[in-house]
């Protein structure tokens, strides 16, 4: 069975204090590695999409990476805007479901 | 675009009524998928769609219809309500292309079952 496991459950850091989300997972066979961002009382919002080993993707102060058995979410010099739940899903199919774990929660104080 | 939306955004309901939630999105995405959304937990799939007139079932389907005949909705039945089915409920959709997996969620029903 797909397994998808965050760490921590919660992260409080300072403005400017950089540090990591790590996701790691067992599955069959990946397609793709997911990283979405959900706001209080909204729906997850789409970040990036990792494929192979090895690749890395950025966008502001996110860069999330990937290896055979996990993926880090690393934040750099965080904002208090940054604050919200950052969830990871695996994709093993094309037509078959998403599996997700159940977030990091991030809250960054000025 | 609209994107994907969502009715109603809350929803309260007596153990055994039904009702059916629904989901539109304006993207021309053939994958639509609900899933629920328990406190400090991920999201689970319920049901997904890879076309108008296919449907099949995700992690907890028990409890819950859908149907798809059109590309544009897909909307989720309830048949009984239970208080087990207290959840927020998201509808997402996609692409169907092999190299496009990423979905695009909606804003989410907020459904407490008495």
């Known amino acids: 069975e797909d397994q998808v496991t965050q760490s921590p459950e919660a992260l409080r850091l300072q403005e400017g204090e950089s540090s990591s989300l790590n996701c790691s997972y067992t599955v069959s066979g990946l397609r793709g590695l997911f990283w979405y961002r959900q706001d209080p009382g909204k729906g997850p919002e789409f970040l990036f999409t990792l494929y192979s080993a090895g690749e890395e993707k950025e966008k502001e102060r996110l860069k999330a990476t990937l290896t055979k058995k996990e993926s880090f979410l690393h934040i750099t010099a965080p904002k208090p805007e940054d604050s919200a739940t950052y969830l990871c899903a695996v994709q093993v199919t094309w037509a078959g479901k998403s599996t997700f774990g159940d977030g990091t929660t991030l809250t960054v104080k000025p | 675009n609209a994107g994907v939306t969502q009715t109603p955004k809350f929803q309260v309901l007596k153990t055994g009524q039904s009702m059916t939630l629904q989901c539109a999105q304006d993207?021309?995405?053939?994958?639509m998928s609900w899933y629920r959304q328990d406190p400090g937990m991920g999201l689970r799939l319920i049901h997904y769609s890879v076309g108008a007139g296919i449907t099949d079932q995700g992690e907890v389907p028990n409890g819950y219809n859908v149907s798809r005949s059109t590309t544009e909705d897909f909307p989720l039945r309830l048949l009984s309500a239970a208080p087990s089915q207290t959840s927020v409920y998201f509808c997402?959709?996609?692409?169907?292309?092999?190299?496009?997996?990423?979905?695009?969620f909606g804003p989410g029903t907020r459904l407490t079952v008495t």
């Open positions: 997402a959709s996609r692409r169907g292309t092999v190299d496009h997996y990423e979905q695009y």
């Open positions: 993207m021309n995405h053939e994958y």
